[in-house]
């Protein structure tokens, strides 16, 4: 019985005498590449057979609308002609341009609407004159807001005298 062990243990024991050889690697990754490129031109194909198609089979919208031989070029002029907002052209320029005049009115003296006699003034001055005359302040909840009639009547109040009575005079005789 021990023998037979012996000699079933000899057929499995044993290692890899061989390991992957690299014609097989080469030979999986020049398919891979062959197969890559294949894929692509038909693709590519498959893409320019649908957009032949395409062009041959659009309709117009509209008869009276002129069909362009070429939608996908744009040129300089039809872009100045479509409406707001449109595509940047040069999005550093541009933006470099939008920071440029922000920094301007941050920092500048000028008008926001002159029929209302409405200006801004630079942000370091705005700044000081609401640490020296603080923030507006909103009305409790209950409370009657503050308004030019309001104010008026409060005022009106304050100075009305009549209602009050003679100061009376104290009395300084002694006992």
Same mark, same amino acid.
């Given at each position: 019985?021990?023998? &037979?062990?012996?000699?079933? +243990?000899? #057929? $499995?024991?044993?290692?890899? !005498? $061989?390991d992957l050889g690299t014609k097989p690697v080469f030979g999986f990754l020049i398919s891979l590449v062959i197969t890559g490129i294949l894929v692509y031109f038909l693709i590519w194909g498959i893409f320019h057979f649908l957009d032949d198609y395409d062009k041959k089979h659009q309709? #117009? !919208?509209s008869p009276l609308l002129q069909a362009e031989s070429n939608t996908r070029e744009v040129q300089a002029q039809k872009i100045q002609s479509f409406p707001q907002p449109r595509l940047e052209e040069d999005e550093r320029t541009e933006l470099d341009g939008f920071r440029y005049g922000e920094e301007e009115r941050l920092h500048s003296y000028g008008w926001v609407d002159e029929k209302a006699q409405v200006t801004h003034i630079p942000i370091e001055q705005a700044m000081e004159m609401i640490v020296q005359r603080g923030l507006p302040i909103t009305p409790q909840a209950g409370t009657v807001p503050v308004s030019p009639v #309001? &104010? @008026?009547?409060?005022a009106a109040a304050? @100075? +009305? =005298? =009549? #209602? &009050?009575a003679a100061p009376a005079t104290k009395a300084t005789g002694k006992k």
């Amino acid at each position: 019985m021990n023998n &037979l062990r012996h000699e079933n +243990d000899a #057929n $499995e024991i044993g290692f890899e !005498r $061989e390991d992957l050889g690299t014609k097989p690697v080469f030979g999986f990754l020049i398919s891979l590449v062959i197969t890559g490129i294949l894929v692509y031109f038909l693709i590519w194909g498959i893409f320019h057979f649908l957009d032949d198609y395409d062009k041959k089979h659009q309709q #117009n !919208r509209s008869p009276l609308l002129q069909a362009e031989s070429n939608t996908r070029e744009v040129q300089a002029q039809k872009i100045q002609s479509f409406p707001q907002p449109r595509l940047e052209e040069d999005e550093r320029t541009e933006l470099d341009g939008f920071r440029y005049g922000e920094e301007e009115r941050l920092h500048s003296y000028g008008w926001v609407d002159e029929k209302a006699q409405v200006t801004h003034i630079p942000i370091e001055q705005a700044m000081e004159m609401i640490v020296q005359r603080g923030l507006p302040i909103t009305p409790q909840a209950g409370t009657v807001p503050v308004s030019p009639v #309001n &104010l @008026a009547r409060a005022a009106a109040a304050a @100075a +009305d =005298s =009549s #209602n &009050l009575a003679a100061p009376a005079t104290k009395a300084t005789g002694k006992k």
